[in-house]
Antibody
Framework: QVQLQESGPGLVKPSETLSLTCSVS?????????WGWTRQPPGKGLEWIGS???????YYNPSLNSRVTISLDTSKNQFSLSLSSVTAADTAVYYC????????????????WGKGTTVTVSS | QSVLTQPPSASGTPGQRVTISCSGS????????VNWYQQLPGTAPKVLIY???QRPSGVPDRFSGSKSGTSASLAISGLQSEDEADYYC???????????FGGGTELTVL
């Protein structure tokens, strides 16, 4: 059974970099699938942040592209999110997820989600 | 403003059939498949429908999806109290080269 667990600081100061890690159990991330991040500001809807293929290819939300980096650590079976120059608008619950299929292919969806971690941006 | 448009709310009584719409454009729903996610209060989203009309194992057949042109719909028949949740549609957008979500629909079971 594949499980994902987010971890990282719950509080980040404005202008600093938000860094989160998603630990995967039950499946080797180097074997396949896309792995991605989605966030949800308080009381609002879902926003896709970006995804990384097991080969290292990445797709990012154009509105966040200049501030986002997603990377893999296959030795630890983890993938990570880095979001720079954060503001209060980046306060959200951040979810990691496994993505079946491929962007633009016949099927592409998040089939396994982590429980989410809350990140607050405040001084 | 979300790229995909959903009604903010929907409601029904137990046993009823309700539908939730999702409107997009050619670059997203028009040429790519649509997924639907259910988010129960305080929990992570869960996929209900993928590739327009496919149900993952474990999802009751009360839930069904369809797509026509640049719009998609989620139908829930035999509405139950446990169906109270937020529902989101999503699709890949070729113009944006990104995944886009609808703004979400809050379903209330009266």
């Amino acid at each position: 059974q594949v499980q994902l667990q987010e971890s990282g600081p719950g509080l980040v100061k404005p202008s600093e970099t938000l860094s989160l890690t998603c630990s995967v159990s039950g499946y080797s991330i180097s074997s396949g699938y896309y792995w991605g991040w989605t966030r949800q500001p308080p009381g609002k809807g879902l926003e896709w942040i970006g995804s990384i293929f097991h080969s290292g290819d990445t797709y990012y939300n154009p509105s966040l592209n200049s501030r986002v980096t997603i990377s893999l650590d296959t030795s630890k079976n983890q993938f990570s999110l880095s979001l720079s120059s954060v503001t209060a608008a980046d306060t959200a619950v951040y979810y990691c997820a496994r993505e079946s299929g491929a962007p633009g292919a016949f099927y592409y969806y998040m089939d396994v989600w982590g429980k989410g971690t809350t990140v607050t941006v405040s001084s | 403003q979300s790229v995909l448009t959903q009604p903010p709310s929907a409601s029904g009584t137990p046993g009823q059939r309700v539908t939730i719409s999702c409107s997009g454009s050619r670059s997203n729903i028009g040429i790519n498949t649509v997924n639907w996610y259910q988010q129960l209060p305080g929990t992570a989203p869960k996929v209900l429908i993928y590739s327009n009309d496919q149900r993952p194992s474990g999802v009751p057949d009360r839930f069904s999806g369809s797509k026509s042109g640049t719009s998609a719909s989620l139908a829930i028949s035999g509405l139950q109290s446990e169906d109270e949740a937020d529902y989101y549609c999503a699709a890949w957008d070729d113009s944006l080269s990104g995944l886009v979500f609808g703004g979400g629909t809050e379903l209330t079971v009266l």
